[in-house]
């Protein structure tokens, strides 16, 4: 297995759910992690204390990355504390789960702030350390609504749309300088935020039935297709989406 030791990761909204398994398995590889909240520190520093129990050093910032200026806080931040950042991983996500045209501007730029813009201003943030360093990873964390029509979820869908698209667009102008840029889209994973969604139950319950495993994928299997893609052996994916949905996609 490639060794993450003496690389530096900012993971976007890692105190909980799937940001927080990977920030530990990028801590098992050997990487030093910087876990962000925004709302919530209690889980953070639990993350930070499950990073550290799997060798990594870890830093937890405060940034709402929904905001320029917070952003490149985090990514300073990090870049102070371990001296570079390698790997950038864009997981925080945040919506309003409502019909797309009750949408109003307040919730549209919310939305694509956070789960979109993140991404451009921590990879403009991130990518002059990573060019000095000459090597490094950028992952966008989407979902299949940038592909399909889900309840509910119009601005989200957009916002990851916005996501796999930057990530390509990042990936070409980023491929001569060594750093690889792809986007992971999960199926449902059983975090909090599954709860937020109106029918929620009917939801889970209707794509268990259509998923080929019979069970969901967990957070702990996303986060190591987000390690696999920081190792050598995936230096030839270049603004790829992978889907890690236990089939759920290729079904009928
Ligand atoms: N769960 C699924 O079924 C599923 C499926 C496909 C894709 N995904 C994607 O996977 C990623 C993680 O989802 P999840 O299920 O783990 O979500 P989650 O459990 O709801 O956690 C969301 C995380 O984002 C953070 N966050 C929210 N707004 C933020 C902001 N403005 N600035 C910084 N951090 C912010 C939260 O921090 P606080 O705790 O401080 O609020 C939290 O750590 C998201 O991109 C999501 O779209 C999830």
Known sequence: MTSLAGRTAVITGSGR???????VELARMGANVTVNYFRNRQPAEET??????AGGRALVVKAHVGRRDQIENLVAQAAAAFGSV????????????????????REWDWTVDINARSLFYGVKAAAPLMKAG???RVIGITSMGSRRTLPNYGVIGVSKAAIETLIRYLAVELAPYNIRCNA?????????????????????????????????????????????????????????????????????
Request: proline content about 6%; some cysteine.
């Open 17 to 23: 759910g799937i940001g927080s398994a990977i920030a």
């Open 184 to 252: 992971v889209s999960p199926g449902i994973v059983l975090t909090d935020a599954v709860q937020h969604f109106p029918e929620w139950e009917w939801m889970v319950e209707s794509a268990r039935a259509r998923t080929p495993t019979g069970s969901f994928v967990t957070a702990a299997q996303v986060a190591s297709v987000v390690g696999f893609l920081c190792t050598e052996g995936a230096s030839g994916l270049v603004g790829q989406t992978l889907i890690v949905d236990n089939g759920y996609e290729i079904m009928p």
């Open 48 to 53: 930070a204390a499950a990073v550290e129990a």
């Open 134 to 136: 000459g090597w490094g």
């Open 86 to 105: 390698d790997i950038f991983v864009a997981n925080a996500a945040s919506g309003v789960p409502r019909p797309l045209l009750e949408q109003d501007q």
